[in-house]
């Protein structure tokens, strides 16, 4: 049912984006310019053109470096977690659970490196590649937009922030030694329930933003009545668009490194279902607990 | 790059009949598919007894011009005389250009795959593109190149009040100046927007 309704909403949003009126080329040009940079108004044109100009692809590009590199720093430092794959496994993540990750997951790998070849045209020199690659990016979308909102759901309850959150955030978590100790975590620790709200509350946002931008010369009179006209709606949402991408930037990169170097092994739960009953025990000690108690394992 | 040879256009407003001339030819020279129209002629203050004018207005080949600062493929370029380009090979269609125009010029046929942002379009003063001039390569792709034929972008040249002027922008104030000193200005409200085309 959920499916329908996003297909209707893209079908209209698409008549929209054909409609005869323009919303930025018809009769509103005229208030758009007499707008611009006018005292009162939001200077979005002026920002925008600052923000893109200026900060966002060299943020980009510090967060596309910087984050590995301190990964990089602490695999040689620190090193990986080890956690003996010998004793019980514990069943965590059902087949649904599994299959909608799985869809976002595909999503991601193919939005997150066609968004950053598009923010590094340049470096790339424009032309077919990078129009592919905003074509793979805009198509993509449609993988989330099915997979974000069971996602929201499944996990929600829990997601909700807890007391262990704090305690996990003072010690980062427990990345910064070697040492086994329990960990204060549920079933999803601070980090993971970070990247989660990033994911599902910010995705929802980075769809509408998108959509906005790939539709461009829509008219919605919800937000005509707001006041803000189609062309700061536009600008409005590459702003946020753009400084969402940093957040989804940095926690995708860190999410790959927990599951795939970080914690050896990890990733085979979100593929199997079944996480290490080490793992759990140190890294989600509350859920450990908590599933000892109920006499789970 | 010396301030003689900068082109500029400007739309002596108390002039404008809003004839839609200049419109018109544009699109026809340059052959513009449907719904797109580079060069539009705007009323400000419609209905207003004694303070309605109407302007024309396209690319306004802004001095530091936004559209070229935004774009993340770096497909514009600036003539040394001024005039702001594009390579539409280049160019991915994102629209960044667009939100950072204060002018609303450049414009996107959707002629990209599954109805996606072509190649962004947008008024060259009439001097073609970064292809070899006068091609019919260049031609189909950005239109007539006047300018290299030595002739004034067809838009000013067929206006029949002389209210658009084209040309270096020394002249075109000149002429301007000597125009309001003759006749007077009489429209007081000049858009913010004009900063970024004409400095301040």
Partial sequence: ?297 | MSEMSRMKFYCDEDRCIECFACSVACSEAHELPTGISRRKVITLNEGKESLEYSLSIACMHCTDAPCEQVCPVDCFYIREDGIVLHDKETCIGCGYCLYACPFGAPQFPRDGAFGAKGAMDKCTMCAGGPLETNSSHERHMYGQNRIAEGKVPLCAAVCSTNALLVGDSQRVSQVYRTRVLSRGHNHIATPKAWKSAYGS
């Avoid at chain 1, 930025?24 to 611009?36: H, M, S, V």
């Avoid at chain 1, 590094?120 to 905003?134: A, L, Q, T």
């Avoid at chain 1, 980090?191 to 929802?204: A, D, E, L, P």
């Fill in chain 1, 1 to 297: 049912m959920r499916f329908k309704y996003i297909i209707l909403i893209l079908i209209s949003l698409a008549s929209l984006a054909f409609a005869s009126e323009s919303a930025i080329f018809g009769k509103d040009l005229i208030p758009n310019i007499l707008a611009y940079d006018k005292e009162g108004s939001l200077h979005l044109g002026k920002w925008f053109t600052l923000l893109q100009s200026t900060y966002f692809k060299p943020i980009f590009l510090g967060v596309l470096l910087g984050v590995p590199a301190v990964f990089f720093i602490h695999y040689k430092i620190i090193g990986p977690m080890i956690f003996s794959h010998d004793r019980k496994k514990i069943y965590v993540f059902s087949v649904f659970n599994r299959a909608i990750h799985t869809i976002a997951a595909i999503s991601f790998m193919l939005l997150i490196p066609t968004g950053v070849v598009m923010v590094f045209g340049d470096f790339f020199g424009g032309g077919e590649f990078v129009r592919i690659n905003k074509d793979i990016h805009a198509i993509s979308t449609l993988l989330f937009v099915i997979s974000v909102i069971p996602m929201l759901m499944m996990w929600f309850k829990e997601m909700l922030p807890t007391s262990d959150d704090i305690k996990w955030l003072m010690i980062l978590g427990g990345y910064l030694n070697k040492r086994k100790d329990p960990i204060p975590a549920g079933k999803f620790n601070a980090g993971q329930k970070m990247w989660f709200y990033v994911c599902t509350f910010g995705g929802i946002i980075m769809i509408a933003t998108g959509a906005i931008m790939f539709f461009q010369d829509f008219k919605f009179d919800f937000i005509a009545s707001l006041g803000l006209s189609q062309i700061d709606l536009l600008r409005a949402s590459a702003i946020v668009h753009n400084i969402l991408g940093f957040a989804v930037l940095a926690l995708f990169m860190t999410h790959i490194y927990m599951s795939v170097f970080a914690i050896k092994g990890a990733i085979h739960s979100i593929l199997t279902g079944y996480k290490e009953e080490e793992e759990v025990e140190i890294l989600h000690s509350s859920f450990y607990k908590k599933l000892n108690k109920d006499k789970k394992i």
